[in-house]
């Protein structure tokens, strides 16, 4: 199933980025830990080559610790500066200024020596629905300035001034033209980075269900009841059976199990499941 969504907003949203990587000493890469392949953006090559960036793995309460350890590891080894948080947990999220200041230091020092407060800026950027917002929430804990109205700011992209001196500006997710690969596009699905709307949901269903017995066998068992036998699609009308999803004239009601698969995996309901691990090809 080819995954292709690439609208207007996220064009445009693109541009603004390429003119506002001028204003930034850095950029926050927040990624999502059940996809951080997926989550790295071609389309962000052109900004992470001038500038130092920060690979956020957000989201990690969605995995196991194991995991996003072998990712962090993974990064480092090629040399990237990375972190993993939940930006939803505690104050987790502060990690990623402590860090910001660490890749900003010789800056910061240069600016001290000549008497010089330097207020530091980062963009934030990411892929839809990673945790950019939820990041910068937690990082002003509700003393939120934001002052979008700056000439050049427009609608969409925010600056939001933070205690101790650090500017960040939040921007729209954004995808791209085309998929790294057919995976990568399933998995950026998966994990309610592009809208829901544009995908067949019962096919993306389907696709789910192969991924879960290929990689999660029992999984589907354990929370449904469905053996784990025929095709994806007589598997989800298993579940959709077993759920008693059914229509009026007696057929089981397919749409339904599908959207209920997605939310359940999205949700955590089928246990902590991580999408890809690192390999040698990346
Ligand atoms: N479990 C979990 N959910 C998170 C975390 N960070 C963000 N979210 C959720 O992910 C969704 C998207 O967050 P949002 O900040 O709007 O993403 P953005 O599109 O990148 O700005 C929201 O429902 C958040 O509550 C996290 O660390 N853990
Ligand atoms: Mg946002």
Redesign the pocket.
Known sequence: MLIQWFPGHMAKAKRQMEENIKRVDSLIY?LD?RAPFSCINPEFDNLIRVKPTLYVI?????VEKGAVELWLSHFRSQGMRALA?????GK?ASKVLTALREINSEKLERNRLKGVIYALKAMVI????????????ALCRGKKTVTGDKPGVTKGEQWVRLDGGISLL?T??TLCHSMKSEEAGLHLAFI?AVRDAVVDTTELSLELIGFLRESRPGTLLARYGAEEKGTNLEMLESIAGKRGLIRKGGEVDLDKAALALIDDFRK?RLGKIILEMPTDEY
């Open positions: 927040v830990a957000n989201k990690s309460d969605l948080i939940s930006s939803t947990i987790d990411g892929m839809p629905n990673t945790g950019k917002s939820t990041l910068i929430n939040d729209p997710g309610g955590l």
